[in-house]
């Protein structure tokens, strides 16, 4: 209530209150907790403990798209049409209505803005509420097929084809353009193992993109060089790691 009296107060605006609300030492508090912590507050009513639980569906790709830099921070404004798989709407309307994705900047947009229809949600929002019906409160999955969207929607691609393309230009050994990578999607450095496992997957998804060309332009749907290919796959298997899908 104080922070909320404060807010007003001061005439600040909604990014310096998410400022103070998230460098607060409250929502910086470890997920780690003891035994007799749990036990004394085992619903985490006085807050002595961060949560930790899957990111929802929008969060993960506003997370994506801000960590590849693609976000577009536009304010206000139409609904967008983010990609989604074809035929969706053709097979739900029986071909009455054909989706169009958004071009240029728009596609981008945060996932606020993405169109909605009252019988179907978009594609990626695989965790979403149903408009059809009144819910008070969302629903926290994980299934299989989170994991198929995740490492085939053609938004998180682009995301971790930008990703690469950065590394690519980055002058600096493999091991640091790692490094880099995972800074950019978990927000601290690599460790020793880590930069052993991404190399040799990196090793390994060269190999194979130099020998199968094909495959290359196959995954990127253009013609790419074998590196793009290989650095795209590393990037979306970064953003793909539980430590990217989870709030710590």
């Not at 600040?12 to 460098?23: A, E, R």
């Not at 009455?96 to 229809?117: I, V």
């Not at 938004?155 to 590394?167: G, H, I, K, P, V």
Request: charged share 20%.
């Amino acid at each position: 209530d104080w922070l909320a009296v404060d807010f007003m107060a001061h005439g600040w605006d909604v990014k310096h209150l998410i400022k103070l609300i998230v460098s607060s030492e409250t929502y910086r508090q470890d997920s780690n907790a003891t035994p007799e912590l749990i036990a004394r507050d085992p619903q985490n009513r006085l807050l002595a403990r961060g949560t930790r639980f899957r990111l929802p569906a929008w969060m993960l790709r506003d997370a994506a798209l801000t960590a590849s830099g693609l976000l577009n921070p536009a304010l206000g404004g139409p609904p967008v049409r983010p990609h989604q798989p074809e035929g969706v709407w053709e097979e739900i309307f029986m071909g009455r209505f054909t989706y169009e994705p958004s071009q240029g900047a728009a596609q981008y947009r945060r996932t606020l803005y993405a169109f909605w229809r009252r019988s179907i949600a978009p594609t990626f929002l695989f965790d979403s509420a149903q408009r059809r019906v009144c819910e008070v409160g969302m629903s926290r999955t994980n299934t299989p097929l989170q994991a198929l969207t995740l490492l085939n929607d053609q938004t998180m691609r682009e995301a971790s084809q930008a990703l690469a393309a950065q590394m690519l230009v980055r002058s600096q050994p493999p091991a640091q353009r790692l490094d880099w990578l995972t800074r950019q999607v978990l927000s601290r450095p690599a460790t020793a193992q880590e930069i052993q496992v991404l190399s040799r997957e990196l090793d390994r998804a060269l190999k194979h993109y130099r020998h199968q060309p094909g495959d290359a332009e196959k995954f990127l749907g253009q013609k790419a060089p074998p590196e793009l290919a290989a650095h795209t796959l590393i990037a979306s298997l970064v953003l793909n790691l539980d430590e990217a899908l989870t709030h710590e």
